[in-house]
């Protein structure tokens, strides 16, 4: 069984930065890919950026320039630092990891003020 666990989120300005972590445990193989997508008020679910454990990465193109996505594989947990943040970041933002099937954390709230 598998469980993601993210923390990071908050209301930050416009121009600020956070960084998202998620954690994941379990039953968790070796060649993964773990991203971060998001939800925003009355929107479907957004690809935000994803990295594989080889360390191969997508981005959005609307985050691309402003968004790190990093992993430390010994951890099992994923990074997303996102700088310069704006009023339409504003969403609740989901761990993702894709193994042989597909896992979601419960998702934490990022509120960027303008």
């Known amino acids: 069984q598998v469980q993601l666990v993210e923390s990071g989120g908050g209301l930050v300005q416009a121009g600020g930065s956070l960084r998202l972590s998620c954690a994941a445990s379990?039953?968790?193989?070796?060649?993964?890919?773990m991203g971060w997508y998001r939800q925003a008020p009355g929107k479907e679910r957004e690809l935000v950026a994803t990295?594989?454990?080889?360390?191969?990465?997508n981005y959005s193109d609307s985050v691309k320039g402003r968004f790190t996505i990093s992993r430390d594989n010994a951890k099992n947990t994923v990074y997303l630092q996102m700088n310069s943040l704006e009023p339409k970041d504003t969403a609740v933002y989901y761990c993702?990891?894709?193994?042989?099937?597909?896992?979601w954390g419960k998702g934490t709230l990022v509120t960027v003020s303008s």
């Open positions: 990295m594989s454990s080889g360390g191969i990465t």
């Open positions: 993702n990891l894709l193994i042989q099937k597909s896992y």
């Open positions: 379990g039953s968790i193989f070796s060649i993964n890919i």
